[in-house]
């Protein structure tokens, strides 16, 4: 599990992000969907980018939702879980 990182997106949305990467494989369609906030590193993992904040809410949403085994998570400032739901 990564440290969870806090954004603020393009759109004003304050966001807690954190992948787990014993979970992650390494697909990268995070990566394609919001190239600002996904990277991997050279483990062939994700991790979030200090641009992440460039993306918009839905952006990130999409990338969470496109990851084929679940491994981004999403909280609202208070910790509540808003991805996976
Ligand atoms: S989509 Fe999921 S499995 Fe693929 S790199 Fe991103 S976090 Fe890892």
Same mark, same amino acid.
């Given at each position: 599990?990564? @440290?969870? =990182?806090?954004? #603020?997106t393009?759109?004003? =949305?304050?966001?807690?992000?954190? $992948? @787990?990467? @014993?979970?992650?494989?390494g697909?990268? #369609? ?7 906030? !996904?990277?991997?590193?050279? *483990?062939? =993992? /994700?991790? #979030?980018? @200090? #641009?992440?904040?460039?993306?918009? !809410?839905?952006s990130?949403?999409? /990338? ?8 981004? $998570? $999403?909280?609202? *400032?208070?910790?509540? =879980? $808003?991805?996976p739901a």
């Amino acid at each position: 599990m990564s @440290d969870a =990182k806090i954004f #603020t997106t393009s759109d004003g =949305k304050v966001i807690k992000v954190q $992948i @787990d990467r @014993d979970l992650c494989i390494g697909a990268a #369609t995070c990566v394609a969907v919001a190239p600002k906030m !996904f990277a991997l590193d050279n *483990e062939a =993992k /994700a991790i #979030t980018l @200090d #641009t992440g904040g460039e993306e918009s !809410f839905q952006s990130v949403m999409d /990338a969470a939702k496109s990851c084929p085994v679940a491994a981004i $998570i $999403i909280e609202d *400032e208070q910790g509540n =879980k $808003i991805y996976p739901a």
